[in-house]
């Protein structure tokens, strides 16, 4: 990783503070060898991360190009290989995703066991007990797709809830932005109410879609 480059690119004061917890190595380059090898480099690649906050973070009308491009800081890319898996149902994450570029498959886990007085299978609702030997079984089900400037984590970080689906890079790979959960509240509120609103509309949207799957399945 690397730290301090947008700083020496922009002269703006330092908006955060590193500390290392451990012994640590660190190559360190002086102020005048960045500039004349790197800076233009480093100011292409923030000019598009800043742009591409610009299209696909709700909430920032009202905010100016300065208070945007910190905003970035709290955004570190990565790269996730074909069928990988970005967010397992069921489970609570530490840190919001942002789809960069790529896609992946969006996944639902059903539950389902025979019923001698019924034709076909019965989906078992979240949560019920059924006892060993019954004939519980599991379905994977593709539900739908996650592209470019789509958010993933949102009902765990913002919402408390359990992920809904299972999302698998289905591209040969998939570039994201990821935010860490303790630097949520340093959003503007703005931004973080925006966030919020989005969540509750992608529950409700999940809730329907499991529901008419399940009845179709």
Not at 28 to 47: C, G, H, P, T, Y
Not at 66 to 77: H, P, Q
Request: with cysteine.
């Amino acid at each position: 990783q690397t730290f301090g480059e947008f700083g020496l690119v922009t002269e703006m004061e330092r908006s955060m503070t590193m500390r290392t917890h451990s012994d640590t190595d660190l190559a360190v380059v002086d102020k005048e060898s960045f500039k004349r090898l790197l800076a233009m480099e480093v100011l292409q690649i923030q000019n598009k991360k800043t742009d591409f906050l610009k299209q696909h973070l709700p909430g920032l009308t009202g905010q100016s190009d300065s208070a945007v491009e910190k905003l970035t800081l709290y955004f570190r890319e990565e790269t996730r290989k074909h069928r990988s898996v970005l967010i397992r149902q069921g489970s609570t994450l530490d840190h919001l995703i942002l789809v960069r570029s790529g896609s992946c498959r969006v996944e639902h886990r059903l539950q389902r066991k025979k019923d001698p007085d019924v034709a076909g299978d019965v989906v078992i609702p979240k949560g019920s007990s059924v006892k060993k030997g019954s004939g519980l079984e599991f379905q994977q089900v593709q539900v739908g797709l996650v592209q470019d400037g789509q958010f993933l984590g949102l009902e765990s970080m913002l919402l408390g809830v359990p992920e809904p689906y299972t999302v698998v890079a289905e591209s040969a790979s998939v570039s994201v932005f990821t935010m860490r959960r303790e630097d949520l509240p340093r959003l503007p509120a703005s931004i973080l109410d925006a966030l919020k609103g989005l969540a509750q509309a992608n529950q409700h949207h999940h809730g329907s879609h499991v529901a008419a799957v399940t009845h179709l399945r």
